[in-house]
């Protein structure tokens, strides 16, 4: 009984976890580089760390969320506006106290950046809260964990085998991943000037010296 409730709670775990990842990290990855200036290097520094500690723990918020719908008695018979609701401030409140810690232990430390993304990927999830628990709620489904109870949850994947489900729970991995590979080709690095060039234009300013220092070397070996 003991090693099957064991066995119950890490597959919850990890798929708890597989769908806040899959969900949230091309959404941060855009905001942080696009919006708050962060470096690609950076962003994906956060994006491992979040995804860590996600996997290590941290996606045990889910069963806070589960015990606080219970407490303001959010259950199958809600209307998903009120579902929606509920997931939203949650999250908005989870990432508001994490986020932070989170920049700089990827080694940020510009204040402003830090606040921005935090102040952005707070207010993504509070417009995205709902759609994230939705999210958590069908890939528990997808792979075998709980039943989904979403009224919109199509019936066309709700009544799929278990195979076909995680299939198509692999192939959102698989999109999620690319999406943030695309997202970081799209938002190349920015050069700060004086402070930390380039290798390229580094390696390009070397050449002209070794050049330059070549072409000394042989007027003095004429002359």
């Not at 090693?3 to 976890?17: A, M, N, W």
């Amino acid at each position: 009984m003991v090693l099957r409730k064991l066995g119950y709670e890490f597959k919850r775990h990890l798929s708890d976890s597989t769908a806040i990842v899959t969900f949230f990290n091309p959404l941060s990855a855009t905001l942080e580089t696009a919006v708050a200036g962060m470096s690609d290097m950076v962003s994906l520094k956060s994006r491992a760390i979040a995804a860590m500690l996600t996997y290590g723990g941290l996606a045990n918020l889910t069963k806070v969320r589960d015990w606080s719908k219970n407490l303001f008695r959010i259950g199958k018979e809600s209307s998903e506006k009120t579902k929606y609701l509920h997931d939203a401030l949650f999250a908005g409140g989870c990432v508001l106290t994490i986020r932070p810690m989170i920049y700089l232990a990827s080694g940020e430390t510009d204040w402003k950046k830090i606040a921005i993304g935090t102040a952005g990927i707070t207010g993504l999830n509070l417009a995205l809260g709902g759609p994230a628990g939705y999210s958590i709620d069908v890939a528990r489904d997808l792979t075998g964990v709980k039943e989904c109870d979403r009224r919109i949850y199509p019936r066309l994947v709700r009544e799929r085998t278990p195979i076909m489900k995680k299939a198509i729970a692999a192939s959102l991995i698989a999109a999620s991943i690319g999406i943030q590979c695309l997202t970081y080709h799209l938002t190349p690095d920015k050069i700060e000037w004086g402070k930390n060039p380039a290798p390229e234009v580094y390696n390009v300013e070397q050449q002209a010296q070794v050049r330059g220092g070549l072409g000394d070397l042989e007027k003095s070996l004429e002359g």
